[in-house]
């Protein structure tokens, strides 16, 4: 289970992510940025409530984070100490900004 709650303002997006980012719920995610990041030029993906991250939400932030670089920026927020864990693990960590 995924929910996605949205907001923007002045070119920077939000997207708050509760749940878990897996194979199930990973396409939900890729939708709704295809119509959300197109007028972005900042993106942040608040992770405060999100549970767990599998390798299909992963490649998700990476698509996002290619798309980001080349209009503004992207980051990570309130990330948990178990998702942080997989970033570290497959080197996102590297990849990502995460604050």
Known sequence: MLNIKKESANGIGTI???GRLDTTTSPMLEEELKTFVPDLKELIFDFKQLEYIS????RVLLSAQKVMQK???MKLINVREE???IFEVTGFSDILTIE
């Open 71 to 73: 209009q503004g920026s």
């Open 55 to 58: 390798s299909a939400g992963l």
């Open 16 to 18: 708050r992510l509760e």
């Open 83 to 85: 998702v942080n864990e």
